[in-house]
């Protein structure tokens, strides 16, 4: 089965950079996506990694260790539109690559 | 392309009555899943169709929840004499297995609220 664990909520102000962390205990392990998902609306695609170190897209990079079950991602010149849930997601290679998700991070952006 | 889309966006019904969505996947795509999300959760694997096989069902999906992909194409998911704990985001998603592209794009949802 899968295990994935991210922080519940996270607070940090406009132009400032956050780090969402997640950690997973994985029985298969094929790929570590993140997905941005606005309240009432539906997830969207924001990174994929399946080698260990750092992929950047614009202002979000992330990163994983597969070793030690980790990543985070990495928001940068945080901006009032990043306020937003944040989901970890592990495909395993079961359930056609089904992606199993953590519960989450809420991430509130301030003035 | 327009992306994934779903049908009815939301969806509100009395306990005991049958519901079905509909999920009209990224055209070409081989690869259909649906997914449940509760407030407050991520969301939850159902099932998923290879083309019109479907290949694996959750746990979750108990026998009052049927789902088809007749051609290939679009999806139904059908759940019979509703509960109230099926009250739920219903996501479905899609990806083209094979070319390269590992993401998973995702409908809108259907909004179910078992009254």
Known sequence: ?111 | DTGVSQDPRHKITKRGQNVTFRCDPISEHNRLYWYRQTLGQGPEFLTYFQNEAQLEKSRLLSDRFSAERPKGSFSTLEIQRTEQGDSAMYLCASRQLGRGDHEQYFGPGTRLTVT
Request: charged residues 15%.
């Open chain 1, 1 to 111: 089965g899968q295990n994935i664990d991210q922080p519940t909520e996270m607070t940090a102000t406009e132009g400032a950079i956050v780090q969402i962390n997640c950690t997973y205990q994985t029985s298969g392990f094929n790929g570590l996506f993140w997905y941005q998902q606005h309240a009432g609306e539906a997830p969207t695609f924001l990174s994929y990694n399946v080698l260990d170190g750092l992929e950047e897209k614009g202002r979000f990079s992330s990163f994983l260790s597969r070793s030690k079950g980790y990543s985070y991602l990495l928001l940068k010149e945080l901006q009032m539109k990043d306020s937003a849930s944040y989901l970890c997601a592990v495909r395993g290679a079961n359930s056609g690559y089904a992606l199993n998700f953590g519960k989450g991070t809420s991430l509130l952006v301030t003035p």
